[in-house]
């Protein structure tokens, strides 16, 4: 890569962390979301007893220093680290396929421009892949509660295609909306053969977010789960 080209993509991710997001290459497999976009998936995690791929959990995110740092919350993990006055905050988070998202704003050269409500352009971008959706419970269980809605409605969070869309910018006024869909994108059943080998939630977001922290402690050189939200 080129001086230009290597600096401009340095920049791109200097700008994503700046505004909440993760360097490109640090993202592991949490789908994030900007002003305006929205996300089309198809569930893996079913919402069933005992469904590992639907859970929750807490996690302390901070600033340290330029980056946005992100600790586990549990007896495993060392967050002597955090600050005192930073809490956990609760939230959910399933495996699910994402068929496309679409963005106010292109990002991306090989994102397709297409026209949105009210002949607005937008982009879409698409995925096709299986990704983790994290989420904050919201206020009063807002979020929550939409997800829970959908599953009673469908009998199955795995019953159809659903609509993520993220509004506002800032901690105070983000909001999140959650929808069932009348499209009807299935998971690929090439992909299909693939759910055995998703992890649960709760190992994923251990060995992200907490495992990391521990290795660092014993004397790992290892910097990249100094990650950002």
């Known amino acids: 890569m080129s001086g230009i080209n290597r600096i401009q993509q340095l920049r791109e991710d200097f700008k994503d962390t700046r505004n909440g997001g993760l360097p490109r290459a640090e993202r592991g497999k949490e789908v ?12 893996v ?17 901070f600033r340290d220093g330029n980056r946005w740092t992100n600790v586990l919350k549990d007896d495993r993990v060392d967050s002597s680290g955090v600050p005192e006055d930073v809490r956990p905050s609760h939230k959910f988070a399933f495996w699910a396929y994402i068929h496309n998202i679409i963005h106010m704003e292109k990002r991306n050269d090989d994102w397709e421009s297409i026209e949105g409500p009210g002949g607005r352009k937008m982009f879409k971008e698409i995925i096709n892949d299986f990704r983790i959706v994290s989420l904050s419970f919201g ?12 599953y009673s409605d469908w009998g199955g969070l795995n019953k159809g295609v659903m609509k993520i869309k993220r509004t506002g ?12 869909t009348p ?22 977001f251990f060995e992200r977010y907490g495992e990391a922290v521990i290795a660092e402690q014993e004397g790992s050189s290892s910097n990249d789960e100094n990650t950002l939200f």
């Open 32 to 43: 994030w979301l900007k002003d305006g976009d929205q996300i089309f998936l198809s569930s």
């Open 183 to 204: 499209k009807k994108d299935e998971i690929p059943e090439d992909k299909q053969k693939e759910f055995g080998d998703l992890e649960p939630i709760k190992d994923y």
């Open 45 to 61: 995690a079913t919402g069933d007893e005992n469904d590992n791929l639907l859970d929750e959990l807490y996690l302390y995110t």
């Open 169 to 180: 910018t800032g901690a105070y006024d983000t909001s999140y909306s959650i929808q069932a």
């Open 139 to 150: 206020r009063g269980d807002y979020v929550w509660n939409q997800l829970v809605d959908v």
